[in-house]
């Protein structure tokens, strides 16, 4: 039978464009893995509680923007708790980052943090690998793009004309 759990051994070490070797020292880099569905689940349900408390159950001080900030915070913060596997990048006093510790995400350089968040998504996004998922790929969809899809069997055809 074919396997159809996530293989946690199975990773990827990303050598980072925006911390490059300099001289005899490495570097930058991140080993990544997959999210499990279940995790997959966890990110969906955080990223969507914003919808929920824009309907006015936010409290009286809260605002949309402040709640979104919030959830795109606690979902950064989680997809680089779990996907980060291994990696070689320090603070400035040359202590690794911690990525189970929010501060450690929150004080990376944004071109770091952007560079790791896009191979996090890469990784994790299973929409591009199916067939018909990205844009121009496929038939058209609608019967002026693509005629093969009126119906061959209108009211006024001839095996539908009552007798």
């Keep these: 039978m ?6 946690l051994a199975d990773t990827n070490r990303i050598e980072l464009k925006t911390l490059p070797a300099a001289g005899m020292e490495e ?3 991140v080993v990544l893995r997959r999210l499990t569905y279940g995790q997959k689940i966890q990110r ?4 969507t509680e914003v919808s929920m408390h824009q309907d006015g159950k936010g409290g009286k001080n809260s605002s949309p923007e402040m709640l979104m900030k919030m959830t ?3 979902v950064a913060v989680f997809d680089f708790a779990s996907c980060i596997v291994d990696h070689n990048l320090e603070d400035e006093h040359g202590r690794k980052l911690d990525f189970k510790q929010p501060q450690s995400v929150f004080m990376l350089d944004p071109r770091v943090g952007e560079e790791i968040a ?16 990205e844009t ?19 009211s006024t055809s001839p095996a539908y004309a009552s007798s």
């Excluded at 969906?44 to 990223?47: C, K, L, N, R, Y």
């Excluded at 996090?120 to 067939?131: H, I, R, V």
């Excluded at 121009?136 to 005629?147: K, L, R, V, W």
């Design 2 to 7: 074919p396997r159809a759990t996530v293989n």
């Design 27 to 29: 570097g930058g880099f």
């Design 44 to 47: 969906t349900q955080m990223a």
């Design 72 to 74: 795109t915070e606690r």
């Design 118 to 133: 896009n191979h996090m998504d890469e990784m994790n996004n299973f929409e591009g690998d199916l067939p018909n998922s």
């Design 136 to 154: 121009g790929f496929g038939p058209p969809s609608s019967p002026e793009e693509n005629p093969s899809l009126t119906s061959r069997h209108s």
